[in-house]
């Protein structure tokens, strides 16, 4: 059974950061490309962030405008999400997604988490 399960949302204050984490199981985590999409209320899917397996080469939705930061532990089969600057419009459930070639910005990828709910307040 492929599992991801994400944590560390929360409320915050507009111009605070979160963690968000991705925790995989094993046989997920190998080999696979792992990213970041999110949700907000009445909005379609949107892509934040991808990292590839090696962890060597990162993209990031247009909006991030380096606010955010994709990383991954393969030793502990976690991705993480560092997102500063966060912003009212920042609100949303964020996802954590797999995929066994490259994490596809379309949405169209392997296994999903659940998602994790950030709220930024203004």
């Known amino acids: 059974q492929v599992q991801l399960v994400e944590s560390g949302g929360g409320l915050v204050h507009s111009g605070?950061?979160?963690?968000?984490?991705?925790?995989?199981?094993?046989?997920?985590?190998?080999?696979?490309?792992?990213?970041?999409?999110?949700?907000?209320?009445?909005?379609?899917?949107?892509?934040?962030?991808?990292?590839?397996?090696?962890?060597?080469?990162?993209?990031?939705?247009?909006?991030?405008?380096?606010?955010?930061?994709?990383s991954r532990d393969n030793a502990k089969n976690t991705v993480y999400l560092q997102m500063n600057s966060l912003k009212p419009e920042d609100t949303a459930v964020y996802y954590c997604a797999a995929d066994r070639t490259r994490v596809e910005t379309n949405g169209e990828n392997d296994y999903w988490g659940q998602g994790t709910q950030v709220t930024v307040y203004s």
């Open 16 to 70: 605070g950061s979160l963690r968000l984490s991705c925790a995989a199981s094993r046989r997920t985590f190998s080999g696979y490309a792992m990213g970041w999409f999110r949700q907000a209320p009445g909005k379609e899917r949107e892509f934040v962030a991808a990292i590839t397996w090696s962890g060597g080469f990162t993209y990031y939705g247009d909006f991030v405008k380096g606010r955010f930061t994709i």
